[in-house]
């Protein structure tokens, strides 16, 4: 009988080394792990000319060191490790666990390494070994290089070091600042470690953030969320304050209210989170400047996951919203944290290995361990926003009934101090105060009115996002699906003749409908785009040309045609892309009801700009029936509509965002087109 192994290719090494972990970061920080796990107290990385091919790499540590065996047994088998979580090092410590593919990225960005140990079990004894990758490459097998671990007499302390010689790239600036930033946070530099583990690079960089890191200006935030989940899975909350007064309390039930009774199937967690207020009222009152602070929150904001003692990235990196934060932010603006206003830490600690690091380091597999420790997170955020958004409501109602209190009083004692007035001067004043406060009450029920009607839009606008969320990603979804399949079994089982007199216009008819409802959902998503209703700079044509497109599909089926003549030029305004899309849809819609009313035979919408050196004129004509039945004047105002069922919104809206954006409007009942022509003025920033 014949028998075989399985063998690996030299190539492996490259494979496993550099192709999986290409950022030298990850590599270098798996080494001073491994110092961690030996119950290092110092750790000490030193770069010299590694700006250039042929720098080297030391890495020092006086920690526990290995013998023989170890260097056999452990430092030398890759995929494996003999560290047991369940068992604290001497120092307390949880071991890592590393598999040794991350030291084998940072051993191989030279063409050398020399190891060089001394273990604590026999202080008197040196063990050193070398590796050569050259012979490596000249192999077809990794088993066919022996290497020599030489045993010599010593004297000296504990100490384990690795040299890394001639690196085979340069390390950049960059990296140096990345690397620096990681090794800093690796063992929660925020508090006194217990472990006392240090480690250190010696860069000027690694200077500049330890400095940094140093300030701790946690006594700045304005609130400090405090959550815990206890060994059996039950959480609880706390917030309190920048002078420590504690705000709001939770228990479990008060954190996941849709699942008050269920515990989170995950070990026991800390959450902390420290909120600032960036803004200059805030630190007005403070010994520290708001600048100092966002450069702090610059260099190490974000919520940073403690993995049994180290730092885990991504989590907390820059660009990394592992919590979506910035997400949540968008749905209640005024109260959320984001990435960049805080800064927090998940310490985990976990003996069952519950929580799995992916092969290449870069975080965690999500599997229900880790989803469960996330959602504990963001329904720690949410009940956070939650009471401080109702304490917000409160105080805007205060503030509304003390308002209208101070109004009444002050009226009163103007009311007061004219009657003290000569009757003379008193026949004078009194008409002139009773006509402003007259105006003064109708401009007040304007306003109410006004924001009414925007109550209703609101609510309106959410009812709609709903239904074209559900619409566009369900039901026309199904749809779609069922009629393209009836077409193309009709199309197998029936000959093209029948399948082209009987079935294929309906099947034609309901495809394009599908489409045209999409459409209005998609219109409607677009809308609503948190994104969009950000202030930026506006380009005006592209704005256009992409509320043409969206509503293609729907202008087909209605046999409208949408032409553009545009100006020369690129034209640019202060604003935001939904208030933009905003104005153009409504006059889109305005023109498509108007067809409805009287069709013309073949309809038309033509849009026209006329660029000046600092404003736009942008003209909105169809070949509808014009404005018929209703002054010019008053077709801008809310509820004015000739059309069945409308809504008599859609110009005010127009208006109204025209106004924001600093520009006018005016209409022509029947234009170039015969029907009605729509002319805005707007200031851009220019062309």
Same mark, same amino acid.
């Given at each position: 009988m014949n028998t075989a192994t399985i063998r690996f290719s030299s190539n492996i090494l490259r494979r496993l080394g550099e192709e999986l972990n290409p950022s030298p970061e990850r590599g270098l920080i798996e080494l001073v792990k491994n110092a961690y796990d030996a119950d290092a107290r110092q750790c000490t990385i030193e770069l010299t000319n590694i =700006?250039?091919?042929? #720098?080297t790499i030391r890495i020092t540590d006086? #920690?526990?060191g290995m013998d023989a065996d170890d260097i056999t047994e452990r430092w030398l088998v890759l995929g494996r490790s003999k560290k047991t979580q369940d068992k604290p090092t001497k120092l307390g410590r949880i071991p890592s666990g590393? /598999? #040794?593919l991350g030291r084998l990225a940072a051993l191989r960005m030279g063409s050398i390494v020399t190891l060089t140990t001394i273990p604590q079990k026999v202080q008197t004894k040196e063990y050193s070994l070398c590796i050569g990758w050259e012979r490596y490459e000249q192999a077809e097998l990794v088993d066919d290089i022996e290497l020599e671990i030489v045993e010599k007499s010593q004297t000296h302390a504990l100490c384990t070091k690795i040299v890394v010689e001639n690196l085979q790239t340069?390390? =950049?600036? @960059? *990296?140096? /600042?990345?690397?620096?930033?990681?090794?800093l946070l690796l063992a929660d530099p925020f508090v006194d470690n217990p472990s006392g583990f240090k480690p250190v690079l010696k860069v000027p960089e690694f200077k500049e953030f330890e400095k940094l890191v140093a300030n701790r200006y946690f006594n700045d935030a304005e609130f400090h969320l405090i959550a815990k989940v206890d060994e059996y899975g039950f959480s609880r909350a706390s917030v309190v304050d920048w002078r420590g007064n504690e705000l709001f309390k939770a228990e479990h039930a008060n $954190?996941?209210? /849709?699942?008050? @009774?269920?515990?989170?199937h995950c070990h026991e967690i800390q959450f902390e989170l420290w909120v !600032?207020? $960036? *803004? &200059?009222?805030? !630190? &007005? =009152?403070r010994t520290t400047t708001l600048r100092e602070? /966002?450069?702090?929150l610059k260099a190490f904001g974000g919520v940073h996951f403690y993995y049994n003692g180290l730092r885990v990235s991504p989590y907390g990196d820059d660009g990394d919203d592992w919590l979506g934060m910035n997400l949540m932010r968008a749905q209640v603006h005024s109260v959320r944290p984001t990435t960049n206003t805080s800064i927090g830490r998940m310490i985990v600690t976990d003996t069952a290995n519950s929580l799995m690091q992916i092969t290449d380091r870069s975080g965690f597999i999500q599997n229900e361990a880790f989803l469960e420790i996330r959602q504990f997170a963001r329904e720690a955020l949410q009940w956070m926003a939650r009471r401080r958004q109702d304490e917000a409501e409160k105080k805007r109602a205060k503030m509304l009934a003390e308002a209208s209190s101070k109004s009444g009083l002050a009226r009163q004692a103007v009311k007061n101090a004219i009657a003290t007035l000569p009757e003379a001067e008193r026949s004078k004043v009194e008409p002139t105060f009773e006509e402003y406060d007259k105006t003064r009450n109708n401009e007040v029920?304007?306003?109410k009115r006004e924001i009414q009607l925007y109550r209703t839009l609101s609510t309106t606008g959410i009812t709609s996002a709903v239904f074209a969320h559900e619409s566009v990603n369900n039901p026309i979804k199904v749809i779609a699906q069922v009629i393209k399949s009836i077409r193309t079994r009709s199309k197998k089982y029936l000959s093209e003749d029948i399948y082209t007199k009987k079935l294929q216009n309906p099947i034609d008819l309901i495809i394009r409908s599908i489409d045209s409802l999409r459409v209005l959902g998609n219109v409607t998503l677009s809308l609503i785009d948190h994104e969009k209703r950000r202030n930026s700079q506006v380009d005006i044509h592209k704005v256009i040309q992409t509320v043409i497109e969206l509503f293609q599909p729907f202008l087909k089926t209605r046999e409208t045609q949408i032409i553009t003549e545009f100006g020369t030029g690129q034209p640019y305004l202060r604003g935001s892309i939904a208030a933009m899309e905003s104005v153009i849809t409504n006059l889109f819609n305005n023109s498509l009801f108007a067809f409805e009313r009287n069709p013309p035979g073949e309809r038309r919408i033509i849009i026209r700009t006329f660029i000046f050196t600092k404003s736009i004129e942008i003209h909105v004509l169809d070949n509808g029936p014009g404005i018929e039945g209703i002054s010019i004047q008053d077709i801008w105002l809310p509820g004015q509509t000739t059309t069945k069922n409308g809504t008599g919104l859609g110009l005010t809206i127009a208006r109204d965002a025209i106004t924001d954006l600093g520009g006018k409007v005016d209409a022509v009942a029947k234009g170039e087109l015969g029907g009605a022509e729509i002319i805005i003025y707007l200031p851009i920033l220019g062309a």
């Open positions: =700006t250039v091919p042929g #720098g006086d #920690g526990n590393d /598999k #040794g340069a390390i =950049t600036r @960059t *990296d140096i /600042k990345r690397l620096a930033r990681a090794i $954190l996941r209210p /849709k699942k008050p @009774t269920m515990p989170y !600032f207020v $960036l *803004d &200059s009222p805030t !630190f &007005s =009152t602070v /966002k450069k702090w029920e304007r306003l």
